[in-house]
T-cell receptor, first 112, second 116 residues
Framework: GQQVMQIPQYQHVQEGEDFTTYCNSS?????IQWYKQRPGGHPVFLIQ?????EVKKQKRLTFQFGEAKKNSSLHITATQTTDVGTYFC????????????FGKGTLLTVNP | GAVVSQHPSRVICKSGTSVKIECRSL??????MFWYRQFPKQSLMLMAT?????????EQGVEKDKFLINHASLTLSTLTVTSAHPEDSSFYIC????????????FGPGTRLTVT
């Protein structure tokens, strides 16, 4: 079945440093989505990437979708303490039910 | 908009009993709802996909007779954990997809199940 690998599993940074998490799918994706889960909370949708090579920005967050639509990355510039949480990528292989396969997530902690 | 609620938020039950968890889309009609299980500090494991008015599609390794899913309306899906055992203790999260043109999933706040 489809597998989505995500690295690193943990990342601790000083406030102001940059952060990147990477996602790799074993199969070509229809689209990839990114979610953020704060400690004790539930996943919250951040963005969806559909097109090959797509790049989207949300303030300090930059999301990329690879040319082959099998890998993606999330980059945060100048992290803040509010960025703390687990970032999950989730791949949609394009089935009729739009089900997602989640990566294991990257837990980001930020030292103020 | 796009709010999903779950009830109860926490439940403790005795081994051998059944527990029902409700998932509701409050301000939109959910064509598809998903049920996930999340272990501490781990990813979300999809258990089943639920479409209104039809039988749920279960992922490999998930027992359909143990985890009963009903999607009676476009705003409500229920997950019943039957004959619960301590190993069923987990965080169960539902999500809902708003429509055929919408890819994103809106997650409920989750239900913490503890089986003693």
């Amino acid at each position: 079945g489809q597998q989505v690998m995500q690295i690193p599993q943990y990342q601790h940074v000083q406030e102001g440093e940059d952060f990147t998490t990477y996602c790799n799918s074993s199969t070509t994706l229809s689209n990839i989505q990114w979610y953020k889960q704060r400690p004790g909370g539930h996943p919250v949708f951040l963005i969806q990437l559909v097109k090959s090579g797509e790049v989207k920005k949300q303030k300090r967050l930059t999301f990329q979708f690879g040319e082959a639509k099998k890998n993606s990355s999330l980059h945060i510039t100048a992290t803040q303490t509010t960025d703390v949480g687990t970032y999950f990528c989730a791949g949609d292989s394009g089935g009729s039910n739009y089900k997602l396969t989640f990566g294991k997530g990257t837990l980001l902690t930020v030292n103020p | 908009g796009a709010v999903v609620s779950q009830h109860p938020s926490r439940v403790i039950c005795k081994s051998g009993t059944s527990v029902k968890i409700e998932c509701r889309s409050l301000d939109f009609q959910a064509t598809t709802m998903f049920w996930y299980r999340q272990f501490p500090k781990q990813s979300l494991m999809l258990m089943a996909t639920s479409n209104e008015g039809s039988k749920a599609t279960y992922e490999q390794g998930v027992e359909k007779d143990k985890f009963l899913i009903n999607h009676a309306s476009l705003t409500l899906s229920t997950l019943t954990v039957t004959s619960a055992h301590p190993e069923d203790s987990s965080f169960y999260i539902c999500s809902a997809r708003a429509g055929t043109d919408s890819y994103e999933q809106y997650f409920g706040p989750g239900t913490r199940l503890t089986v003693t």
